[in-house]
């Protein structure tokens, strides 16, 4: 139902120490297909992170924003903003537009719960 492709974009630039280590921060940028769309995210710490922009302009376009930010309230699914290195390499991929200076990030487990949450408004495709 949920889960029905995955690609990986690559990794982005390793921020190495000079013992060979990567340093925390890093992450890498791929592609899974969700309810029939394809959205961009990052790993980050072992957790897929969404764009929540790319989320409600092609997820969840035919629902009112207000409507989804009562679910993600209900819910009590908090989203974090993403540094400039995130955002960039959001750009990168397409996930958020280039003229974008913010965006916000929520984990894949929270995006499933959303999902779930919101079926019955959203029309069938």
């Known amino acids: ?46 957790t897929q992170m969404f764009a929540l922009a790319q989320v409600l302009s092609d997820l969840f376009k035919d629902i009112p924003r207000t409507t989804i930010s009562k679910k993600m309230e209900t819910l009590k699914i908090k989203s974090r903003r993403c540094d400039l290195k995130e955002l960039r390499t959001l750009k990168a991929i397409n996930s958020v537009p280039t003229r974008a200076v913010k965006c916000s990030l929520i984990s894949k487990a929270d995006l499933e719960a959303l999902c779930t949450s919101c079926k019955s408004l959203s029309p069938r495709r």
């Open 1 to 46: 139902m949920f889960l029905t492709c995955e690609g990986t974009f690559g990794i982005v630039p390793a921020t190495m120490d000079y013992s060979g280590e990567a340093r925390p921060g890093d992450f890498h940028a791929g592609y899974q297909e969700i309810e029939g769309i394809n959205l961009g995210y990052l790993q980050i710490n072992g």
